[in-house]
């Protein structure tokens, strides 16, 4: 299954697009690629007219995702990301607020997961 199958199969509302267009303008954008790299621009086209709350990361963010990023860490080499919190607002009732995580670090994952 190639990228542009994939979205037809992911977007909700799937009959309300012009594919074929959507295919013949990739087309366009990626003519001169030569590395999947050089197709991205063309990837993220698609994305932003068809599913907005997508988006698509170059390779290089990838692999700066999984590392952590460029953030500050402990002397464990957990990465600096918001932790959940929460309070205890009555006997019956407690408030927990858990931040999205956007990072693909290992050991930063655990650390949040068994903080939960």
């Known amino acids: 299954m190639n990228f542009l199958q994939s979205c037809v199969r992911g977007v909700p509302d799937r009959e309300n697009y012009d594919w074929s267009a959507l295919r013949q303008r990739a087309d366009s ?3 001169q690629a030569t590395t999947p790299k050089e197709t991205y ?3 993220r086209d698609v994305l932003e ?3 907005r709350h997508s988006f698509l ?3 290089d ?3 700066n995702w999984k590392s952590g990023g460029d953030g500050s860490t402990d002397p464990d080499g957990i990465r600096d990301i918001p932790q959940a919190t929460g309070r205890v607002i ?3 009732v407690s408030y927990v607020a858990v931040p999205a995580v956007a990072c693909g670090h290992g ?3 655990r650390y949040f997961a068994d903080s939960l």
């Open 29 to 31: 954008i990626a003519q």
């Open 41 to 43: 621009p063309a990837l």
């Open 49 to 51: 007219r068809v599913i």
């Open 107 to 109: 050991p930063t994952l």
């Open 90 to 92: 009555s006997p019956q």
């Open 57 to 59: 990361v170059d390779p």
């Open 61 to 63: 963010g990838t692999d």
